[in-house]
């Protein structure tokens, strides 16, 4: 029997269960039916960000950024390359520390932007500092 891991769908927050030789196979939320994986790093809010870090199977890796930083502006079509490159064994999000100061404050950033990976609701590494995209693919590659 293959291994099921627990995917949580990036449009409706719902937790999936999949195969895990199904990852990458178009594999599609069994409540609003979209693709689990885009290739698109997804927002996430103080409201769903607990369920995504605590909920997922795979790695998820989070840039806390803020619309007023310009190296964070410059990252993000990096970083949206670089989830392109690693879902779907890892899912990439943003967090908007200016929308979502607690979760700033709750995970100590101190610079922005900083990337945070985490597995199984424990954050295992911290990058702080505008990254391109096959750097961010292998500091991620690196972690997990």
Known sequence: MSESL?????????VNRIPAARLGAGAKCG???QPLFAGEPLELTSTNFRRHVE?????????FWAPWCGPCKMMAPQFRQA???????VRLAKV????????????GIRSIPTLALFRGG??????????????IVRWTRGQV
């Open 6 to 14: 627990h995917v949580v769908c990036p449009h409706c927050d719902a």
């Open 31 to 33: 409540q609003c039916h």
């Open 55 to 63: 909920r997922n199977d795979i790695p998820l890796l989070v840039d």
């Open 83 to 89: 989830a392109g490159e690693l879902e779907p064994t």
């Open 96 to 107: 908007n520390t200016e929308a979502a100061p607690d979760l700033g404050q709750q995970f």
């Open 122 to 135: 424990r954050e295992l590494a911290r990058q702080a500092g505008a990254m391109g995209a096959a750097d």
